[in-house]
């Protein structure tokens, strides 16, 4: 019967599989025996694993594919991918290689600003606030010098701190706006230890601050953080060849299949509804390579999703057109993302990734990570506007109903062989290996 537990975090982690087994389980021998089969038998580097969040108890396996044949800025690529959804690798692959017969892809950097807010309410006078912040400046900069010196050494830092007044939208609330440039690393760590220096001397400069009232000098800081909102740290990625160039054999008609795309793309422009699964499209190949690169794929989901959206309405992340005979198709994203620190570090697949990427620089990854999101919309679209998407996702999760349903090397043969030819669905597969089984 399921019960809460007190002081689960203090016990060892054979008793908290025990605990979860007995407790979720008609069956705990056999639940701590496959949890147990999950471990690593290296026990440094499960320790490694065991210790990067509380409470493990075992690992949780995602496959780690490769995408080769990435042509950027005319330099080749093998994409490593970290995702479960059967095709994805596949169209990855497949697009890389259509492209790379086309001129590759493009990429230019359009900004690498980070942003983090000390959110804060003042009661009182707003020129005097203002003044303060302006006063306050060199020593908002010198309080934080311990934190930031090594990343100026870099080339990085605190670019600017502005005072915003947001008392429109609640009474009494400032914010100090804070950009960061935090070169290869994501930066997360460095802006909250800035921010929350800043607090401090926000708050004690205030006390001592001689033009303000009493009530003044009692700056109420909310929260200092960081925001995964990126509008200026952003990518472009792209593609373009004469429409003609579009002709392979998939794409017969090459005129007409661009007009259809760059429709489909204009659809995603102005529809929500399709345009959150246009954009879960480019997710695919962006969650992939920021998971395979130990980067933090929420804070990226977050922010792309928040820039699909400034215009004030949901759409699409990537653009297409046809002009003088040209096909062209893009991408802006916005991708905070490192190199050095956090799991890059630490985690040992996430160093083979790196290293498999000839150890990029942020501004690098970011470009691969939007070249990743772009082909594998690109591969989408195509897929959908000629020959629908479930003929090759049907294909590739062939595999999965086979292990569902426990098929046999023989079987596997037989299956594959007879769907190279026949409309994969999951009860045509079923059907198959019932005949087969009789
Ligand atoms: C499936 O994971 C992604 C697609 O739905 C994207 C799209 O519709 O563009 C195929």
Redesign the pocket.
Known sequence: MASNINGFSKLSKGDKINWIAKTYFSNPQDVIELIEQYWNSDEELQKLHDEFIENTITNFYLPFGVAPNFLINEKWYTIPMVIE?S??VAAASKAAKFWSERGGFKTTILGTEKIGQVHFIYKGDKSKLTTFIYDTQKTFLDDTLSITQNMQKRGGGIKNIVLRDKTADIPNYYQLHVTFETIDSMGANFINSCLEQIATTLKEKAINYKAFSQEEKEINVVMSILSNYVPNCVVRAEVSCPVEDLESSDIKNPQLFAEKFVQ?VRI?EVEPF?AV??????M?GVDAVVLATGNDFRAIEAGVHAFASRNGQYSSLSHAEIKDGIFRFWIDLPLALGTVGGLTSLHPMVKIALQMLQRPSATELMEVVAVAGLA??FA??K??TTTG?QQG?MKMHLMNILNQFKATDEERIKVVAHFEKNVVSHSAVVELLESLRK
């Open positions: 959804e095709s994805v489909a995603a399709r699964t246009h954009n879960k499209g480019v695919n594998q919309n989408a679209v897929s959908l998407i996702h």
